[in-house]
């Protein structure tokens, strides 16, 4: 009745515990690369390669010499074509799988004062709408980013942040690098994320905050100056008008710590009604 289910059953009884790790391990390859290319330029790029390859093959069956001939010549280079065009996508797969977290080596802002003084900061900084970008490094160092800046190697304090990113200031532009329980430096140039799915609101802050968690595996906090809203970065991915709690959360799962958000500052912040216009 069913003439290829003993063929089938066959191949089940000779499949291994070898063989099915096999393919579970495949499976999970291919997942990570769907979930690589999922949303980004990625996936024009590999469906051009895909028609390229299939005019190829169509072109050697049906024996189309000529056509062969040229795409003979190109599809070789297309696996040089794909490293350059994804070499930061790639860059950003093999950071992931070397994340210091699992191989056991230690994470970084693990002090509670620390992220005190970040929250504490941060509640300023958005209570008074003053644009801000802090870039908090963790496993993978920063210190390309660093030198594009104003180096400060100082003590991590919210009265430094707050006269850093002071309006009018020399450094109120660009990014704040913390390093450990330090502020590394000020006024970095960061990398600006050219995701096609970002929302066209998104300024240059907050794109640059993407750009730099999709360099690195780093946590990336934003305050608006046109709506005074915090925004947190992380893997290339952004979450915005999160409440201070939330930031707490999020530094600490990020970086390995217990969230520890003193209750008179989760009772003294509020989050500013949004406005319209664009982000900054």
């Given at each position: 009745?069913?003439?290829?289910?003993?063929?089938?059953?066959?191949?089940v009884?000779?499949l291994?515990?070898?063989?099915?790790?096999?393919?579970?391990l495949?499976?999970?390859?291919?997942?990570?690369?769907?979930?690589?290319?999922?949303?980004?330029?990625?996936?024009?790029?590999?469906?051009?390669?895909?028609?390229?390859?299939?005019?190829y093959?169509?072109?050697?069956?049906?024996?189309?010499?000529?056509?062969?001939?040229?795409?003979?010549?190109?599809?070789?280079?297309t696996?040089?074509?794909?490293?350059?065009?994804?070499?930061?996508e790639?860059?950003?797969?093999?950071?992931?799988?070397?994340?210091?977290?699992?191989l056991?080596f230690?994470?970084?802002?693990?002090?509670?004062?620390?992220?005190?003084?970040?929250?504490l900061a941060?509640?300023?900084?958005?209570?008074?709408?003053?644009?801000?970008?802090?870039v908090?490094?963790?496993?993978?160092?920063l210190?390309?980013?660093?030198?594009?800046?104003?180096k400060?190697?100082?003590h991590?304090?919210?009265?430094?942040l707050?006269?850093?990113?002071?309006?009018?200031?020399?450094?109120?532009?660009?990014?704040?690098?913390?390093?450990?329980d330090?502020?590394?430096?000020?006024?970095?140039?960061l990398?600006?994320?050219?995701?096609?799915?970002?929302?066209?609101?998104?300024g240059?802050?907050?794109?640059?905050?993407?750009?730099?968690?999709?360099?690195s595996?780093?946590?990336?906090?934003?305050?608006s100056?046109?709506?005074g809203q915090?925004?947190?970065a992380?893997?290339g991915?952004?979450?915005?008008?999160v409440?201070?709690?939330?930031?707490?959360?999020?530094?600490?799962?990020?970086?390995?710590?217990?969230a520890?958000l003193?209750?008179?500052?989760?009772?003294?912040?509020?989050?500013?009604?949004?406005?319209?216009?664009?982000?900054?």
């Amino acid at each position: 009745m069913f003439p290829s289910m003993p063929p089938l059953q066959a191949a089940v009884s000779k499949l291994s515990l070898s063989s099915v790790l096999d393919i579970l391990l495949v499976a999970v390859l291919i997942y990570q690369l769907i979930v690589l290319i999922r949303g980004r330029r990625a996936v024009q790029v590999l469906a051009g390669v895909g028609v390229v390859l299939g005019a190829y093959f169509v072109a050697i069956l049906a024996g189309l010499e000529l056509l062969r001939g040229i795409l003979a010549m190109v599809v070789p280079y297309t696996a040089f074509a794909l490293i350059v065009l994804f070499q930061s996508e790639i860059r950003g797969a093999l950071m992931r799988i070397g994340r210091r977290r699992w191989l056991g080596f230690g994470s970084r802002l693990q002090r509670l004062e620390s992220a005190d003084e970040i929250l504490l900061a941060v509640s300023r900084l958005a209570q008074s709408k003053t644009g801000a970008l802090i870039v908090l490094e963790r496993d993978t160092g920063l210190r390309t980013f660093i030198e594009s800046g104003v180096k400060l190697d100082a003590h991590l304090s919210r009265d430094l942040l707050l006269s850093i990113f002071q309006p009018g200031g020399q450094l109120h532009d660009g990014a704040v690098i913390v390093q450990n329980d330090k502020i590394a430096a000020a006024a970095c140039f960061l990398p600006l994320s050219m995701n096609p799915t970002l929302a066209r609101t998104l300024g240059t802050r907050h794109r640059a905050a993407i750009g730099i968690t999709e360099e690195s595996d780093c946590l990336a906090v934003v305050v608006s100056e046109e709506t005074g809203q915090i925004s947190v970065a992380a893997f290339g991915e952004i979450e915005q008008n999160v409440t201070l709690q939330r930031l707490d959360e999020r530094m600490a799962r990020h970086f390995g710590r217990r969230a520890g958000l003193k209750p008179e500052l989760a009772r003294r912040h509020s989050l500013p009604a949004a406005r319209g216009g664009q982000e900054r």
